[in-house]
């Protein structure tokens, strides 16, 4: 059985940081590409960073630059470090594994930024 727990998010101050992470179990972890998406009410989801077995990255432009998304193979873990927290960065943050037609989804996290 597949689960991704994210976990890390909550309600944080413009310019704060948060760091979400995502275990994930009943995969070959190391062999998966992992990402975050994000969802805010009324919008579609979106990619926000996604990180590849050879370490390449993909992020979102609007977050370049203040978000890092990294994995611990040992842990089977996949992390993103929110920096410089913006108020449009509100959202239920969804982690994903994708390994060619095999995608799974965690069940999300929210993160409001806030003051």
């Known amino acids: 059985q597949v689960q991704l727990v994210e976990s890390g998010g909550g309600l944080v101050q413009p310019g704060g940081s948060l760091t979400l992470s995502c275990a994930a179990s009943?995969?070959?972890?190391?062999?998966?590409?992992m990402a975050w998406y994000r969802q805010a009410p009324g919008k579609q989801r979106e990619l926000v960073a996604s990180?590849?077995?050879?370490?390449?990255?993909n992020y979102l432009d609007s977050v370049k630059g203040r978000f890092t998304i990294s994995r611990d193979n040992a842990k089977n873990t996949v992390y993103l470090r929110m920096n410089s927290l913006k108020p449009e960065d509100t959202a239920v943050y969804y982690c994903?594994?994708?390994?060619?037609?095999?995608?799974?989804w965690g069940q999300g996290t929210q993160v409001t930024v806030s003051s």
């Open positions: 009943g995969i070959t972890f190391n062999i998966y590409t």
């Open positions: 994903n594994a994708r390994w060619f037609n095999a995608v799974h």
């Open positions: 990180l590849a077995t050879d370490y390449g990255t």
